[in-house]
């Protein structure tokens, strides 16, 4: 069983782009989290989902992102117009039906903003 | 704020020596708790995991973690410990009133274990 799978593994954007990163969870997952780590920090939640149901984006910012993981496809996180304090490592975790509170992590994306 | 704290940012020890990892959280109400090990160059991975029960949790690897809610403390040990032990431990806390998922995670403690 594969585990969850994240790309691109290194994303290098200049300011203003879009930057989109993609999970695809563990086979038979339906929930999926993102999570962002921040030099020197703990991983911080951003958004939860369930295929085609944003579940809580309560550490979502207000702009520029968003979050989706549709019927068929990956779940993409979409940072428009990016900025240098975007930069960070981005998780993507999923987690089974059964058992949603545990989590099964990405080897995540790291985004740099130049 | 609302919080979860790691005592230690950075641990060094020799091989066969014990660990133990600090994890104090600041949520008042029912939590959950975990500790998550991240190997270098490889995922987060779950070590053990606290619900509800005995407060004494074991997990893989030899790891345990004692609960004890009147101090808000979690904290992970291992009575002896191997170099491939050498990683970044995260401890986490998800509120029961808060989403399945939705963690607060410490900053993390890298452990070098040296042979």
């Known amino acids: 069983n594969a585990g969850v799978m994240q790309n691109p593994r290194h994303l290098v954007r200049r300011r203003g782009q879009e930057a989109r990163l993609r999970c695809s969870p563990m086979?038979?997952?339906?929930?999926v989290y993102w999570y962002r780590q921040l030099p020197e920090e703990g991983l911080k939640f951003m958004v939860y989902?369930?295929?085609?149901?944003?579940?809580?984006e309560s550490g979502m910012p207000k702009e520029r992102f968003s979050a989706e993981f549709p019927k068929e496809g990956p779940s993409i996180l979409r940072i428009q117009q990016v900025v240098r304090g975007d930069s960070a490592a981005y998780f993507c975790?999923?987690?089974?039906?059964?058992?949603?509170?545990?989590?099964?992590f990405g080897e995540g994306s790291r985004l740099t903003v130049l | 704020a609302q919080s979860v704290s790691q005592h230690n940012h950075h641990v060094i020890l020799s091989e066969a020596a014990s660990l133990e990892l600090g994890c104090n959280y600041s949520?008042?109400?029912?939590?959950?708790l975990f500790w998550y090990v991240q190997y270098p160059g490889q995922h987060l991975q779950l070590l053990l995991k606290?619900?509800?029960?005995?407060?004494l949790v074991k997990g893989i690897k030899g790891f345990e973690a004692e609960f004890i809610k009147s101090k808000f403390s979690f904290n992970l040990r291992k009575p002896s410990v191997q170099w491939s032990d050498t990683a970044e431990y995260f401890c986490?806390?998800?509120?029961?009133?808060?989403?399945?998922?939705?963690?607060?995670f410490g900053a993390g403690t890298q452990v070098v274990v040296t042979p």
């Open positions: 949520y008042g109400g029912t939590v959950n």
């Open positions: 606290y619900f509800s029960g005995d407060p």
């Open positions: 086979k038979g997952h339906s929930h």
């Open positions: 986490a806390v998800n509120r029961a009133t808060d989403s399945w998922g939705k963690l607060q």
């Open positions: 975790a999923s987690s089974p039906p059964a058992d949603p509170g545990e989590l099964f």
């Open positions: 989902l369930q295929k085609e149901n944003i579940i809580d």
